[in-house]
């Protein structure tokens, strides 16, 4: 039996390897802070009733596949999903910090090496370049706590993230000056440049092409079209949200990332949260996913005695995943009747997981041993569960199990780039990508 094993996962591998670069686009929901997976995609109902989700689990559109009622939206698009139960951290004093997680993720790469490594669209805008150049190639949606943690590392500048906070864009467009006189202006630096730009200068040569894209993006309609939500009809308004203005949040984020997507941007990451300025939700002062404390509170987790998970709302209220649920299945639902699942990978991945059990405070801690993606278009499967956890979701017991330079190596491999391959430095030094990592077997067909 071992023999068959080894066959299969040697076809897989080779099957893999062929159908790489089924991604033009990527579009990843970094939902920050480490989501409950017991709570919401890897339900134990048979657990210790002391540390048991109060969330039922359902069924899926997928016989056999179960998540908790938290997910009763997706649960009607998981024939669409792969959802990966196997996930985890080797290296739990990186994966285990709120920043080096998230860097970890950005760069599917582990943090704490010797060289600062780029985040996956950094590289992705360098190797690949944009197929719209009046956009940015890398768009980062920062309003996420953890969105400083986004790293350029040794690229060069042009492929920075272009970040935005709650959909607010600033930097794409001309202020206090007409585009005639602006074109004007830049007619006349090309002239200047003709000299330089004939001896063949390959740093002038990236200045001029940089700039050029610049005036495509200050002077093109299109540019600040993709980022305007308010076109979009209301027919797909509801596919994301409700239509009251307090419960819009998070649903126009994800919806913006569809826009971006299909604006052409190479490379989208929503990283975002409720406005912690405390007006929507009273009490919710930075609305991640950090329930240390009261996590199934119907109100903010701020309770006497508690520490570093006040600010938040419960699990279970609009804010966390009912807002999360009814957003993510919009966006797959979206995305597949305007074809754009075919070549764009969405990842929606969280830095690790919470306890199995439930602490002192009524809350769930940070666990690095097991946890859940979800993976969806460019040639993923549908309906299918990867890997199993132990009945309390506290460990892998399949004989798979997979970390996140595993989840960097899938979306380069998607993306058709080749880890085998190192990128250099300015120096001539050779970096490899999402070191020590593999693509996932069972994301490619």
């Known amino acids: 039996m071992a023999g068959l094993a080894e066959v299969s996962i040697a076809s897989r591998v080779e099957a893999m390897r062929h159908a790489t670069g089924q991604a033009k686009q990527v579009l990843v929901i970094f939902e920050q802070g480490g989501i409950s997976h017991t709570d919401t995609l890897d339900p134990k109902p048979s657990t210790n009733s002391v540390h048991r989700s109060p969330f039922n689990t359902i069924d899926t559109s997928v016989p056999g596949v179960h998540f908790t009622e938290l997910l009763s939206r997706t649960a009607k698009v998981a ?68 969105s400083k943690e986004s790293r350029l590392g040794f690229l060069s500048a042009s492929h920075k993230a272009f970040k935005i906070r709650h959909g607010q864009v600033s930097g794409l467009k001309l202020e206090d000056i007409d585009s005639g006189r602006f074109l004007k202006r830049r007619g006349l630096l090309s002239n200047l440049n003709i000299g330089l730009l004939s001896g063949g200068r390959s740093e002038v040569q990236a200045m001029e092409s940089f700039a050029e894209q610049a005036e495509d993006m200050l002077t093109n309609p299109a540019t600040l079209a993709a980022f305007d939500l308010a076109s979009e009809p209301d027919h797909v308004r509801k596919l994301y949200h409700p239509p009251e203005e307090n419960r819009r949040h998070r649903g126009e984020m994800y919806l913006l990332g569809r826009k971006l997507i299909e604006s052409g941007v190479r490379f989208v990451c929503i990283n975002t949260q409720w406005p912690a300025d405390g007006k929507l939700w009273p009490g919710g002062s930075n609305m991640n996913w950090d329930h240390h404390d009261a996590i199934y ?149």
């Open 79 to 146: 024939d669409r999903l792969s959802v990966i139960r196997c996930m985890r951290q080797p290296k739990p004093n990186v994966g285990n910090s709120h920043p080096l997680g998230s860097q970890y993720i950005f760069s599917g790469c582990d943090p704490s090496g010797p060289v600062v490594m780029p985040d996956i669209g950094s590289v992705a805008s360098q190797l690949l370049g944009t197929p719209a150049r009046h956009l940015p190639s890398y768009v980062l949606e920062g309003s996420g706590e953890q």
């Open 297 to 445: 509170s119907s109100d903010n987790t701020n309770i006497k005695g508690g520490g570093a998970g006040a600010g938040r709302y419960g699990i279970g209220t609009w804010p966390m995943m009912p807002s999360t649920d009814w957003a993510f299945s919009g966006l797959i639902t979206d995305m597949a009747d305007r074809g754009l699942l075919e070549e764009t990978l969405v990842c929606f991945v969280t830095e690790f997981g919470r306890t199995p059990k439930i602490n002192e405070r009524q809350g769930r801690d940070h666990w690095v041993h097991a946890f859940s993606m979800v993976f969806a278009g460019a040639g993923v499967p549908g309906g299918q569960i990867v890997g199993e956890t132990d009945p309390n979701g506290g460990y892998i017991t399949s004989s798979m199990a997979y970390t996140v330079e595993d989840y960097g190596a899938t979306v380069f491999a998607k993306l058709g780039i080749n880890t085998a391959d190192p990128v250099y430095t300015p120096e001539d030094r050779p970096i490899f990508l999402a070191k020590g990592g593999r693509p996932i077997p069972e994301l490619f067909t």
